[in-house]
């Protein structure tokens, strides 16, 4: 049942005046070139959830190329086409973009693998993507502006609050659909429906998620990340078992939710600490905990995560419980310091999780402190200056402890210290 309803309402309401303006100059270039023009998908959701979404994806009915030349020259836009995919981008001067691609139908050489391109309609392009709530259209060309194209009952499913394939094939033909059915569901609330999880859930289970390049998986993973509800969508990627099907030897378990917990507490603070951090590889270190080191290297080589990563994940599993210790116990800064040191913000994250609330509060002094804390008056080349010591890991050695004293004290005379520290060390080699 084809669903025409007119929502030019909405637009005038909701829009910043630019960009209604822009969408009605785009369905008059439309006219002008006779092809019907359509803002669609994410845009169009949305708009009628009343969230503001400033990606405007254009679809035309004709060749897109040839309308996104047209439109670029009219507007006074920059175009960018990807001719392979019959698809352009128009560049604003003022940094705004749009996407304009040709109405088509995909065909699928091989279950995930990308797809194959043919010119079509709208309702056909429609017919190719993800969930209903992102199948709609609306109509740009004057005499049908506003006119909501609703082919598979969106609207509705968008007013209950539903996520729901177009068809039985649409996970095998995308599996990474599996984990954005997740995304979807937990951002705006709704909930997956039932013939739809069963067909996720087959699809899962024909192993069609292990077919797909670990990159495209990371990508969809971060993109979690970036969500306010992700550690929701965490939970339910478990529930559905999708998490097996991405990291295989992860158990999902109370513990490792609670561990998640803290860490999600804690990432509030990380920023005042770092300037950046990657929030993946943070989740990553209590979901990958414990891995042998085989399945950790193989992960990691599916996922793109580098070497480094899969060192200091084996380093902070073996540190981590004394160190959560001494927090609980609030040792001197100096002591935690000569067993973690200065630690990425990945190993800051990890630490965290074993942390509660106010043990969190003395960590994040610790960092801090860490962080902030330099050597004013001495320096490497002081010491080697002013006692005759040649270069070598005993200078490493001194500047450490002159460091450690300075984290216990922020008030110390440099000078002073390190003349005690070269004493003590000079009495002891005697
Ligand atoms: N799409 C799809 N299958 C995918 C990815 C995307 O069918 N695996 C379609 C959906 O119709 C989606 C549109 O392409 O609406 C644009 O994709 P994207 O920008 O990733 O999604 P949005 O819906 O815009 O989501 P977001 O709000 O997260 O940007």
Redesign the pocket.
């Known amino acids: 049942v084809l669903n025409f309803e007119d929502v030019k309402d909405i637009l005038i309401r909701r829009l910043p005046r630019r960009l209604l303006n822009l969408l009605r100059l785009l369905g008059e270039y439309g006219d002008d070139v006779n092809m019907p023009v359509y803002v ?4 169009v ?2 708009l009628l959830l009343g969230i503001e ?1 400033l ?1 405007v ?1 254009i679809v035309v009915e004709g060749d897109g190329l040839k309308f996104a030349e047209y439109a670029a020259k009219q507007i006074g836009a920059k175009m960018v086409p990807y001719e392979k995919f019959l698809t352009a981008s128009l560049f604003f001067k003022d940094g705004f973009r749009i996407d304009i691609a040709t109405a088509r139908t995909e065909y699928y050489e091989k279950p995930a693998k990308l797809p194959m391109v043919d010119i079509s309609t709208i309702k056909k392009d ?1 017919y ?4 209903t709530i ?2 709609m259209a609306i109509k740009l060309n004057p005499l049908a502006f506003g006119i909501l194209f609703d082919f598979f009952q969106s609207r509705k499913d968008l007013k209950e609050g539903i996520i729901r394939v177009l068809h039985r094939l649409s996970f095998v033909e ?1 599996p ?2 599996i984990i ?1 059915a997740v ?2 569901e937990q ?1 705006f609330g709704f909930h997956i429906e039932e013939t739809t999880q069963e067909i996720l859930t087959e699809t899962l289970e024909g192993g069609y998620l292990e077919k797909v390049t670990g990159s495209r998986i990371r990508q969809e993973i971060e ?1 979690i990340l970036e969500e306010q509800s992700s550690l929701k969508a965490i939970r339910r990627l478990a529930e559905l078992n999708i998490l097996k099907h991405i990291f295989p030897k992860t158990y999902y378990t109370g513990v490792m939710d609670k561990k998640l917990v803290n860490m999600y507490n804690f990432f509030q603070k990380l920023g005042d600490i770092y300037k950046n951090y990657n929030k993946f590889y943070c989740v990553l270190r209590v979901l990958l905990e414990f891995y042998d080191e085989n399945s950790l290297k193989e992960v990691a080589r599916r996922y793109g995560i580098p070497k480094k990563f899969v060192e200091e994940t084996k380093f902070s599993e073996k540190i981590v419980i004394p160190v959560k210790e001494m927090i609980h116990d609030k040792m001197l800064f100096s002591d935690i310091y000569k067993v973690l040191g200065k630690p990425s913000p990945e190993t800051a994250c990890y630490i965290s999780a074993y942390l509660e609330c106010d043990d969190q509060e003395y960590f994040y002094e610790y960092l801090k402190k860490v962080y902030e804390t330099k050597l004013e008056k001495v320096s490497g080349e002081y010491v080697m200056k002013k006692y005759g010591i040649k270069a070598g890991p005993i200078i490493g050695k001194i500047m450490n402890e002159l460091f450690c004293k300075k984290l216990d004290d922020m008030k110390i005379d440099e000078i002073f210290e390190l003349e005690r520290i070269i004493k003590n060390l000079r009495g002891e080699d005697e």
């Open positions: 669609v998908g994410g845009f959701r949305d979404n990606d994806d429609l190719r993507r993800d969930f992102n199948a995308d990474t659909r954005r995304r979807f951002r993109k």
